[in-house]
């Protein structure tokens, strides 16, 4: 039996080469990108937040966990001088500070500590913009408190306008902003005062968060 020619054992590994190429496009193309490894499209932060049980590819349910207790805690000090005296349990008469402590943990992944320069980094030139009511304010104030900390005085300041405010990092060039507006839809008056909600108008109060 005569042996391949070298030319044509070349011939044949690259036809071979050509096929497992268009079969591997192929076969990727058909595959759901929700069941795709997450690790094909991962960044190299993401690793930590990842589900390391076998045979599981799913992000990690930050919402499955529990609350442990953890010494180093808090992440700011309840003196921030950017917190409303309604929620600042200590100044309204509380005598211990223990429920500081408490940090939510998931079962399936870690959380990386927050780190607030590294936070400032990544939103650096951009508007972080929350909108809601007392609950979403609460959560403006301890964001604000995250940063503030590694932020000199001179280079951070709030600004009001209406029922917006803004806390800005001016070193970043990054702003976090709230906006009152607890039915985010607007409310208005219609015949005899009374009020309507018009769930199909929200352009007045988008206004102040168009560009975010």
């Known amino acids: 039996m005569a042996k391949p ?10 036809f071979c080469s050509i096929l497992l190429c268009f079969f591997f496009h192929c076969t990727l193309s058909l595959i759901n990108p929700e069941d795709v490894p997450s690790w094909l499209s991962m960044e190299i932060e993401d690793v930590n937040m990842v589900q390391t049980s076998s045979g599981s590819w799913n992000k990690c349910d930050f919402s499955v966990g529990k609350w442990v ?6 992440l700011y000090d309840s003196n921030c001088p950017y917190l409303s005296t309604a929620v600042t349990c200590q100044k309204n008469g509380r005598p211990d500070s223990d429920y500081e402590k408490w940090k939510w943990k998931p079962d399936s992944c870690s959380m990386p500590r927050f780190d607030a ?4 980094g990544k939103m650096r030139r951009k508007r972080i913009m929350l909108v809601g009511d007392s609950i979403m304010r609460n ?3 301890s ?3 995250l940063v503030q900390g590694v932020i000199p005085t001179d280079r951070k300041r709030v ?5 917006s405010m803004a806390f800005h990092a001016m ?5 976090i902003e709230f906006f009152w507006a607890p039915l985010l839809v607007e409310l208005k008056k219609g015949t005899e005062n009374k009020r309507i909600l018009h769930l199909d108008l929200i352009e007045e109060n988008a206004r102040y968060w168009k560009g975010s």
């Open 5 to 14: 020619e070298l030319h044509q054992l070349q011939y044949f590994f690259f």
């Open 69 to 74: 207790f953890d010494q180093s805690y808090p």
């Open 117 to 120: 320069l590294k936070f400032l």
């Open 139 to 141: 959560q403006w104030e």
């Open 143 to 145: 964001l604000v408190c």
């Open 159 to 163: 600004t009001y306008n209406g029922p």
């Open 171 to 175: 070193d970043f060039e990054t702003s």
